[in-house]
């Protein structure tokens, strides 16, 4: 099977993330419930962990990591956090449900800073014109997981900035791909997941908090910390704050080692080896009749995602016709539906191919051609029909 | 280190939280003063389940300046003998 579904998890992963799991199931304890070895030994690794991504993200103090259980669970913290009813919250157009959901719940007002696929200076304008005096939040999503599309966050963040309006990241999509400083961007959270370009299993997801009084984080959950017991509530410093039961330490040791892939390798490095795969397969699929890519014309507004289309025929039904062919793609509209009405797919959705560090030229090539042999067998069925047809009619 | 009758002496820095205390135990090593992160007996974690590291009597001072040399701020600090007999150490 060739695995192009890297936007939804990194299937393929560094031989070091399955090893660090299956040794954390039988040798890591939880942090701080015990003063043993096994304990002890799951405390240091989940302080490694926080310590290569602190590196990674140039997070000033480890304390504010906070392991999730994915991105929405990071990015559910993060919005009720800040989100009261009735406040006013400006998203781009291509939120996932991840960040309009839970808007929803909280009763937001929601204004849509909507601006055409990969045009950054539209974009920005947006969500210039958006952010009225009366914005409490603004939330953006640093690449599309639909599209690719790259956001011009450090621009939203400085307007954000400007303005003194806070403001969320979420790097679902971004993270382990481009490069993200806490530092320099100044949000009050980034949200991403463990399990896509930071190669750790499932289950992980890291919400990284800027500088706001951790007192004033709402907990989505409450329970045992390992720390202040006697208290009836959560402790008001983090990570304990918001990090309630028993750890994923399988997870986060998974995570430490797809980190550690990342940097051993070089995001960069990753990174442009995936937007060349992309570039690459946008023009094979270009060059196929029936076929309608979005892809970016312009360079550095696209991630190793893309999106397209197959002229008279469902997603779906393609996606499928794929998978029959071994390639593993997603169809529809990727827990994304704000992403498609900007972009005008709501009603098609699209078949989505996204690459990974493991992905080559030669499984795009193996892809470019089963999608021409979709459409090609697609062709000989209706040209058979037709002429099916004219015989019976002449009958 | 000893004391009077023997008494070996051992110092708790208390941490607010156990990554708290492994970021204190972390500068400490970087400047080379032996530091060990554990949980304080239950009479000076008052609040239950606290973090301290605990460091020789001969390098608290030592201790101290590193922490402060790295902005890294800490609780009350115990004096721990052999027999786990403890007292807050007044700086």
Redesign the interface.
């Known amino acids: 099977m060739i695995y192009l579904d890297n936007a939804a998890t990194t299937l393929q992963k560094p031989a070091a993330v399955g090893n660090a799991v299956r040794r954390a199931i039988y040798g890591l304890a939880s ?2 419930r015990g ?1 043993h070895s096994f304990a ?1 030994k799951g ?2 690794t ?2 490694k962990t ?1 310590e290569a991504i602190g590196e990674l993200f140039n997070v000033k ?3 504010n990591i906070v392991f999730c259980m994915n991105a929405t669970h990071a990015l559910n913290i993060a919005i009720k956090a800040l989100v009261k009813a009735g406040d006013r919250v400006v998203i781009s157009g291509y939120e996932h449900n991840s960040v309009y959901r839970p808007l929803v719940a909280m009763g937001a007002e929601i204004a849509v800073a909507a601006s055409p696929l990969f045009r950054p200076y539209q974009c920005i304008e947006a969500f210039n014109d958006a952010m009225t005096w009366d914005t409490s939040l603004v939330v953006v999503n640093q690449i599309s997981n639909v599209f690719g599309y790259i956001l011009p966050v450090d621009e939203i963040a400085e307007l954000c900035k400007a303005r003194g309006i806070p403001f969320i990241v979420d790097a679902s999509q971004s993270a382990g791909h481009i490069d993200i400083d806490m530092v320099r961007l100044g949000a009050a959270f980034v949200a991403m997941s463990g399990h896509k370009g930071l190669y750790g299993p499932q289950g992980t997801g890291i919400l990284i908090a800027g500088e706001l009084d951790h007192l004033s984080i709402k907990t989505l959950m409450e329970g045992g ?7 009836k509530t959560m ?1 008001d ?1 983090l ?2 704050r918001l990090e309630a039961g028993t750890h994923n330490m399988p997870g986060i040791a998974g995570l430490l080692e797809g980190v550690r892939f990342i940097k051993e390798k070089g995001q960069r490095k990753i990174f442009e080896h995936e937007t060349r795969l992309v570039t690459y397969a946008g023009r094979l699929l270009a060059e196929i009749p029936g076929v309608s890519v979005y892809i970016s014309d312009r360079p550095g507004c696209q991630s190793g995602v893309l999106s397209f289309l197959i002229d008279d025929m469902l997603c779906e039904v393609a996606a499928e016709e794929l998978s029959k062919r071994g390639i593993a793609v997603r169809a529809g509209l990727h827990c994304a539906p704000l992403a498609h009405e900007t972009a005008g797919t709501i009603e098609t959705g699209t078949i989505r191919a996204s690459f990974s560090a493991f992905n080559t030229r030669d499984e795009v090539r193996a892809f470019a051609a089963a999608v021409r042999d979709i459409i090609e067998k697609k062709k000989g069925r209706k040209e058979y029909q037709n002429k099916y047809n004219s015989i019976n009619n002449a009958h | 280190m000893q004391r009077g009758d023997n008494q070996v002496i051992q110092y708790l820095i208390i941490c ?5 205390a ?2 204190t135990a972390k500068v400490l090593e970087r400047a080379g003063i032996s530091a060990y ?3 304080p007996p239950m009479e000076i974690s ?6 301290c590291v605990k460091v020789s009597e001969k390098r608290l001072s030592d201790a101290l300046i590193a922490l402060n040399n790295a902005n890294m701020g800490h609780g009350k600090i115990y004096m721990l003998d052999s027999d786990g007999k403890s007292s807050e150490v007044r700086l």
């Open positions: 942090p701080g003063g002890k405390a240091e989940a302080f926080r103090e480890p304390d910390s390992g720390s202040n017991s006697r208290g402790p410093f990570p304990d | 607010r939280s156990l990554t708290y492994q970021r992160v554990m949980r008052g609040e239950g389940c606290m973090y």
